[in-house]
C-alpha cells in the first residue's frame, strides 16, 4: 500500500503514537498456555509474561489492541517487540524464535493499520518496529566490586540489533523506534546494525530515536544530560528524537524544551500516565495528561506525541482530540 511520507505528514500536523501494549495485554489474564500455544507446548521454561511471544502464540489479541488504539485516533502504531533481542529473549531460552516473534509481531500490526487506511485514506496508519534497550548495558559494569566488567560486547549487540532489525523490516514496518534508551552505547549499537542492515537490504527507513530520563538528576542512567543524549545520537539522519517512560507529562517537559531547542529533527513524546503508585500502577488520567501535554503543544515543543506506561486508548483519543487544535512545530529542511 503506497502511502505518503511520514515526513510530509508531520510537515502539516501533530502525529499521535499508541499508548502502552503492556497494561492492555494485563486485561485479558493470559495464562502459562496461552504463551505457549502449540509451539512452545513442551518448552523447557516458563513463558507466562514473555508479552512479545503473543505475536506468535496469540496474534488475535495483539490485534484487538492494535485495533482500539487506532479507533481512538492513533496514526502510528509500535510493534509488541521491546524485548524482541535473543538477549533479552535469553531469558525464556527463546533466542531461536527472536526472528519469528519479530516478523509475526511487524505483520499483524502493518495489516491492521492497512486496515484503517483504507477506510480512512485522509488518515493513513503508520506502523513503527520497536526497539527495545535489551537487558544488558555497555556503558555500565553490573558488578559493583568490577567497575571494568561487561556483560556483553559491543558485537554481541550490534549483531541482537541487527537480527531484530531485519525481522521488523521484512515484516513490513513503516519506520524504526529505539526507545527507552537508558544507555546511549546501547543506542549507538542499535543504529549502528540499523545503518548496516539498510546497507545490506539497499533499503532506507525513517528512525525515531526515543531516551528515558530515570530521575530527577535529569539524566539518563548512564549519566547523560538531554542535550549530551542528543549530541550522541545525532551523527544519523533521524526523523526524530525524544523522550519516553519513567516520567509523567509533567516532569519530562524541561528535557523536552532542550531537545527541542537544540535539533532539527522532528520532536516526540511518550510519557507515562503520571509517575507509579505504591502498588505500581499509574494514576494520572486522560484528562490529567491531556492538560499537561497541553503545555507541549502551546509552547510548541514537539512533532509526535503518545503514550508510555499505564495510558490507554481513551489517554490516546484526548491527544487526537487535543493535537488536532494545535499546529506543528516547525524545523529546518535538511
Partial sequence: MVKPKIKDILKKRILVLDGAMGSLIQTYKLEEEDFRGERFKNHSHPLKGNNDLLAIVRPDVLKEIHAQYLE?????????????????????????????????????????????TLKTPNKPRYVAGAIGPTNRTLSISPDVNDPGFRAITWDEMVTAYKE????????????????????????????????????????????????????????????????????????????????????????????LEVISKNTEFYVSAHPNAGLPNEFGEYDETPEDMSSQIKEYLENNIINIIGGCCGTTPEHIKEMVILSEKYKPRKIQEQ
Avoid at 538477549?87 to 519469528?100: G, K, N, P
Avoid at 539498510?198 to 525513517?206: G, R, T, V, Y
Avoid at 530527577?216 to 519516553?244: D, I, M, P
Fill in 72 to 116: 481512538a485516533g492513533a496514526d502510528i502504531l509500535e510493534t509488541n517487540t521491546f524485548s524482541g533481542t535473543t538477549i533479552a529473549q535469553a531469558d525464556y531460552a527463546l533466542e531461536e524464535a527472536v526472528y519469528d516473534i519479530n516478523f509475526h509481531s511487524a505483520r499483524v500490526a502493518k495489516e491492521i493499520a492497512d486496515e484503517y
Fill in 164 to 255: 531484530q532489525t531485519s525481522a521488523l523490516i521484512d515484516g513490513g514496518v513503516d519506520i524504526l523506534l529505539v526507545e527507552t534508551i537508558f544507555d546511549t552505547l546501547n543506542a549507538k549499537a542499535c543504529l549502528y546494525a540499523i545503518d548496516e542492515i539498510f546497507e545490506e537490504k539497499n533499503i532506507d527507513l525513517p528512525i525515531m530515536v526515543s531516551g528515558t530520563i530515570t530521575d530527577a538528576s535529569g539524566r539518563t542512567l548512564s549519566g547523560q544530560t538531554a542535550e549530551a543524549f542528543l549530541t550522541s545520537v545525532s551523527h544519523l539522519n533521524l526523523l526524530s528524537v525524544g523522550f519516553n517512560c519513567a516520567l509523567g507529562a509533567k516532569m519530562m517537559k524541561p528535557y
